[in-house]
């Protein structure tokens, strides 16, 4: 869902200029697999088919960076693209940087320079390799620049672009604009309490182990008899409720 804005800021451009030279392809490495995690993204917010589809799907981190590595190189061989726009800290990120490097086309990062100084989270190792070798760096916000700064990285290849999720954000809201809020699943639960909370929980350190993913949901099943929750499940996470028997109480909402 990243892309979006940027698409939609590629074809402006290229209205705008003329540029019909400006093009671009999209190229969905199939990391989020879930129809949820992937295709509902490019229906709402209009992001055009991808031109190639990798299928990564699930697997190690090895494996599936591998595994993206050795498609992508052979996209880039045939496309010879001028610069590769990677974005965020997944494992597509690496992968896809580190195969245009090699082949010496220019890498753009989107949200570079974030950081948690946490070195057990699989996205920091992904964030700080590829800033080690990207060559152009898009920072949506302030504390990124300072990151970048502090490790050596270019000035004047720092740019401060603003949050793509925020400009999703905005779309958004647009929409809501212009249809009814009774069409969506959550207008029951809305309606009838006024503040709710929206919960989020796939991180494999909280949800792998089933004492951690117990003591999460303990408290969860306790903080909703207060606040109900509007739990949008992962797929990963509902496997592992289901596994370990874990039970959410009637105030955590599922979808």
């Not at 995690?37 to 229906?43: K, L, R």
């Not at 992968?95 to 946490?118: N, P, Q, Y």
């Not at 303990?218 to 596994?243: C, D, Q, W, Y």
């Amino acid at each position: 869902m990243k892309i979006a804005p940027i698409i939609g800021s590629l074809r402006a451009k290229r209205m705008e200029h003329g540029a019909k030279h400006l093009t671009w392809k999209i190229v969905h490495t199939g990391q989020h697999y879930d129809y949820e995690m992937s295709q509902a993204f490019f229906d709402d917010l209009e992001i055009p088919a991808p031109n190639f589809f990798l299928n990564a799907g699930s697997a190690s981190h090895a494996v599936q960076t591998a595994k993206i590595m050795v498609e992508f190189e052979k996209i880039c061989l045939a496309e010879k693209p001028d610069i590769v726009i990677v974005v965020g800290d997944v494992n597509s990120t690496l992968a896809c940087s580190i195969v245009a490097k090699k082949l010496m086309i220019k890498v753009g990062h989107v949200e570079a320079g974030l950081r948690s100084f946490d070195y057990t989270m699989p996205e920091e190792i992904n964030r700080i390799v590829t800033d080690s070798i990207a060559d152009f760096y898009f920072v949506t916000e302030k504390s990124a620049i300072k990151n970048l700064l502090k490790e050596g990285k270019p000035e004047d290849k720092i740019h401060f672009v603003g949050n793509v999720m925020i400009d999703n954000l905005f779309y958004q809201l647009k929409c809501l604009d212009n249809e009814s809020q009774s069409n969506f699943s959550t207008y029951k639960l809305k309606k009838e309490s006024k503040d709710y909370i929206f919960l989020t929980l796939h991180r494999p350190s909280n949800v792998d182990e089933k004492k951690t993913l117990l003591e999460i949901i303990e408290a969860l099943n306790e903080i909703s008899i207060e606040t109900p929750i509007i739990f949008p499940v992962h797929p990963r996470t509902r496997k592992m409720l289901g596994a370990f028997g874990i039970k959410l109480n009637e105030h955590i909402k599922l979808f």
